[in-house]
T-cell receptor
Framework: GAGVSQSPSNKVTEKGKDVELRCDPI?????LYWYRQSLGQGLEFLIY????????KSGLPSDRFSAERTGGSVSTLTIQRTQQEDSAVYLC?????????????FGPGTRLLVL | EDQVTQSPEALRLQEGESSSLNCSYT??????LFWYRQDPGKGPEFLFT???AGEEKEKERLKATLTKKESFLHITAPKPEDSATYLC?????????????FGTGTRLQVTL
């Protein structure tokens, strides 16, 4: 398919374990974004990549959260020592990031449950 | 700090009963205002982008409008398949691309 893909679709983990969430953006999209959606709350920005660099990491809630992007394509969001408050849907989006076309297209999300 | 407020939180309409959803925003210069639709268990689906006050866009039964302080999503003669959460987001003019700031959405239910 041509859309943004994310894996796994669901993840259940125990408190204290590390998790890795993957995002595969639309081919050719240079910008990639991670957001978090908690129950009853709006989408919360986490981090933005332009190519392989991250100009804006302002939304990462703590140093337990990190992300990387390699080859200007796939990105991985890592949460270390997970806590119950990390339970949420993690959404990835990508955009062309060219003048006049900045629409962000979202993937289906990874539903994370920390027990 | 950019802020987006959507109202109402929830809306129940009968099929064919037209209505409007509101998105009020505060942003230090608007680069774009975006409307998305989100179905349960899925990611947001792009609907519209509006860039300047007075702009309007339409798609099937949906029409989005923009002023300097708010945007409206008008739904004309809705059908049950229009039931979803509608999200509004703003983008401020920083850099080549930048984050979206979202409202908490309006949950729309359309009944027969």
């Amino acid at each position: 398919g041509a859309g943004v893909s994310q894996s796994p679709s669901n993840k259940v983990t125990e408190k204290g374990k590390d998790v890795e969430l993957r995002c595969d953006p639309i081919s050719g999209h240079t910008a990639l974004y991670w957001y978090r959606q908690s129950l009853g709350q709006g989408l919360e920005f986490l981090i933005y990549f332009q190519g392989n660099s991250a100009p804006d990491k302002s939304g990462l809630p703590s140093d337990r959260f990190s992300a990387e992007r390699t080859g200007g394509s796939v990105s991985t969001l890592t949460i270390q020592r997970t806590q119950q408050e990390d339970s949420a849907v993690y959404l990835c989006a990508s955009s062309l990031a060219s003048s006049g076309e900045e629409t962000q297209y979202f993937g289906p999300g990874t539903r994370l449950l920390v027990l | 700090e950019d802020q987006v407020t959507q109202s109402p939180e929830a809306l129940r309409l009968q099929e064919g009963e037209s209505s409007s959803l509101n998105c009020s925003y505060t942003v230090s210069g608007l680069r774009g205002l975006f409307w998305y639709r989100q179905d349960p268990g899925k990611g947001p689906e792009f609907l519209f982008t509006l860039y300047s006050a007075g702009e309007e866009k339409e798609k099937e039964r949906l029409k989005a409008t923009l002023t300097k302080k708010e945007s409206f999503l008008h739904i004309t003669a809705p059908k049950p398949e229009d039931s979803a959460t509608y999200l509004c987001a703003v983008q401020a003019p920083t850099g080549t691309a930048s984050k979206l700031t979202f409202g908490t959405g309006t949950r729309l239910q359309v009944t027969l």
